[in-house]
């Protein structure tokens, strides 16, 4: 079969309005999976949207259609412990039984006989998965499942999901950059999750649960911040190990629970082999500040002004500091303020602030 040509633009539209419904999580996913089937036949349908501010290995928001949990927490664990590296330039075919199929960087086909065997133990044929990138870096993932006695992907699937990248990449930036930009939630103090050695949560503060509590109010399954949790766990303990690692931060915005929200972890032993403290918080400037930038594409000399009006400084005053003239500056924040959809200087303050 062709390849199949279709409006990139009407596309992501129809994606757009599908992962906007105000319907329960299920409602969402099936209704992107709906507008993807026609071009890509497929069963089950995960899209994850990650910040190229803070890497492509975790998502900052998910959606999700018949993809059982205990499968998404395999997978997970296999990526981070048995698969190999992401390969951001090329979209990855996986296929059962027993062999998965990878497009390593020369072409070459990369077994994989574990994730085969996953896949088939829960039912599915094969996986096919996507990385959504451009210039700017990695924008999320999308993963189409097809359930076993299915034909497994082939070739013409992997060709064809490529196609999708840039409605894909549209939409996704347009659902994290559409809605209020201050929070719509009141301010909550931090929490901690822990998670153990056997890669299970341990403990749960408090303040952590009110976080949770938050993220079920968005209708948001229980499994996913667990799967997200577990990502993000398996993530310190391999940057803790590595050498000149950092601790992963995520950065999730406003239209995924409410308020610019992180998640950072921290190993609580030198060897990265016991617990693993998870820190759920409301965003401050210093770590939203890049996310914000990349998701609403400010430039790095808008970026430059935005850092300013921190400062409370004058128009002035950041003309003098980054060496511009006042009209200037006057022109940047007037783009920043298309952009972000800001009434001025005090709703984004606000936003980056509370």
């Not at 349908?45 to 999700?64: E, N, R, Y």
């Not at 499994?223 to 940057?239: D, G, H, N």
Request: charged share 20%; glycine share 10%.
């Amino acid at each position: 079969m062709g390849l199949t040509f279709f409006d990139d633009r009407r596309l992501a539209g129809d994606l757009y309005a599908a992962a906007s419904q105000s319907t329960g999580p299920e409602q969402v996913g099936a209704g992107i999976s709906r507008v993807l089937a026609p071009i890509v036949a497929h069963d089950g349908m995960s899209l994850v949207g990650t910040d190229p501010a803070t890497g492509p290995g975790l998502g900052s928001f998910s959606f999700w259609h018949e993809y059982d949990p205990e499968l998404v927490r395999e997978l997970v664990m296999h990526r981070h412990l048995g698969g190999g590296p992401q390969r951001p330039a090329i979209p990855t075919l996986l296929r059962t039984p027993a062999v998965v199929v990878g497009a390593g960087t020369d072409g070459s086909p990369v077994p994989d006989p574990r994730m085969g065997e996953i896949l088939t133990a829960h039912g599915a044929s094969s996986e096919l998965r996507l990385l959504l990138r451009d210039r700017r870096g990695v924008w999320g993932a999308l993963g189409l499942l097809r359930c076993a006695g299915a034909a497994p992907f082939g070739q013409d699937d992997a060709e064809r999901a490529a196609r999708l990248v840039p409605a894909l990449l549209t939409a996704l930036r347009r659902y994290a950059t559409t809605g209020p930009l201050c929070p719509e939630v009141p301010p909550m103090s931090a929490g901690v999750i822990t998670v153990g050695p056997d890669h299970r949560i341990t403990a749960v503060s408090p303040q952590a649960q009110l976080w949770l509590d938050q993220w079920a109010a968005h209708a948001i399954p229980s499994w996913v911040p667990e799967a997200f949790l577990l990502s993000l766990s398996l993530v310190t303990r391999a940057e803790a190990s590595r050498q000149g690692g950092a601790p992963p931060l995520v950065c999730a915005p406003p239209a995924a629970c409410g308020r610019w929200t992180t998640c950072q972890g921290q190993v609580l032993d030198a060897g990265a082999t016991g617990d693993v403290a998870l820190v759920v918080q409301g965003a401050t400037w210093d770590l939203v500040l890049p996310s914000l930038c990349a998701w609403y594409s400010l430039t790095p000399r808008e970026r430059d002004v935005v850092t300013q009006l921190r400062t409370g400084a004058s128009v002035k005053q950041i003309a003098r500091r980054l060496d511009l003239s006042a009209y200037t500056v006057n022109d940047h924040l007037k783009a920043v303020f298309r952009k972000t959809g800001a009434d001025g200087r005090d709703e984004l303050s606000a936003a980056l602030t509370r």
